[in-house]
């Protein structure tokens, strides 16, 4: 197969290969002067193979490093959108691998980054373990980043006395509505009770100021 033309792409460091039947490969620089690339280049079928191969293993690995570098991801996600991009099972581990020594990949830290956006948020454990488990972290890592959870006790003080605006928590319907909403949230009914119980005993800190001293 004859390369008729070889031209720089629209992506930065990326060349296009058209050939004679037609059609057009995407190629990066590294191909281009492992395979000597250049118009009127005639490549063999086992060579068409090869550089086919090879591009589409270096586009997935520059794709995989421009999402890491913009979002985190765990894994067992990025091992995910590898597969999708039509990674083999070798590649895909391979490239989890060298992602995770080149520090792109740290499903440590990744548990732990989870942990306070969410816990930001205003969501508690359940919540937190369920997005856990959908993002594939390892069990004993997310246990370890749960440990730091701070104290629900002021965020679910401070909601209830929004939502209730001093009212009475008398009301089953409003309670009801609005233990439904603090579960949904991911906290576990013991301290939605607790947290209750200090609303109508008075003992929740009025807003703004928590953690002041009498």
Same mark, same amino acid.
């Given at each position: 197969?004859?390369?008729?033309?070889?031209?720089?792409?629209?992506?930065?460091?990326?060349?296009? %290969?058209?050939?004679?039947?037609?059609?057009?490969?995407?190629?990066?620089?590294?191909?281009?002067?492992?395979?000597?690339?250049?118009?009127?280049?005639?490549?063999?079928?086992?060579?068409?193979?090869?550089?086919?191969?090879?591009?589409?293993?270096?586009?997935?690995?520059?794709?995989?490093?421009?999402?890491?570098?913009?979002?985190?991801?765990?894994?067992?996600?990025? %091992?995910?959108?590898?597969?999708?991009?039509?990674?083999?099972?070798?590649?895909?581990?391979?490239?989890?691998?060298?992602?995770?020594?080149?520090?792109?990949?740290?499903?440590?830290?990744?548990?732990?980054?989870?942990?306070?956006?969410?816990?930001?948020?205003?969501?508690?454990?359940?919540?937190?373990?369920?997005?856990?488990?959908?993002?594939?972290?390892?069990?004993?890592?997310?246990?370890?980043?749960?440990?730091?959870?701070?104290?629900?006790?002021?965020?679910?003080?401070?909601?209830?006395?929004?939502?209730?605006?001093?009212?009475?928590?008398?009301?089953?319907?409003?309670?009801?509505?609005?233990?439904?909403?603090?579960?949904?949230?991911?906290?576990?009914?013991?301290?939605?009770? %607790?947290?209750?119980?200090?609303?109508?005993?008075?003992? %929740?800190?009025?807003?703004?100021?928590?953690?002041?001293?009498?």
């Amino acid at each position: 197969m004859r390369i008729l033309e070889l031209k720089p792409s629209r992506a930065a460091g990326r060349w296009q %290969a058209v050939l004679e039947d037609g059609s057009s490969l995407q190629v990066g620089e590294s191909e281009v002067l492992a395979f000597s690339l250049y118009a009127g280049r005639e490549l063999t079928d086992w060579q068409l193979r090869e550089l086919t191969d090879q591009a589409g293993r270096s586009r997935r690995r520059e794709r995989a490093i421009d999402l890491l570098s913009r979002k985190p991801l765990s894994r067992r996600e990025m %091992a995910d959108r590898l597969r999708r991009w039509g990674a083999d099972e070798e590649e895909t581990q391979a490239l989890c691998q060298r992602m995770e020594q080149l520090g792109y990949l740290d499903d440590e830290a990744y548990a732990l980054r989870l942990t306070r956006y969410y816990t930001g948020k205003g969501y508690g454990v359940r919540y937190l373990r369920e997005e856990f488990c959908r993002r594939g972290v390892p069990r004993h890592l997310w246990e370890r980043a749960m440990e730091e959870l701070p104290d629900p006790a002021p965020f679910l003080d401070e909601f209830i006395r929004k939502r209730l605006g001093g009212a009475p928590a008398d009301d089953p319907r409003e309670l009801r509505r609005l233990s439904g909403a603090l579960e949904r949230r991911g906290f576990v009914w013991s301290d939605i009770s %607790a947290a209750l119980d200090r609303y109508r005993r008075g003992e %929740a800190c009025p807003a703004g100021e928590e953690g002041e001293e009498a």
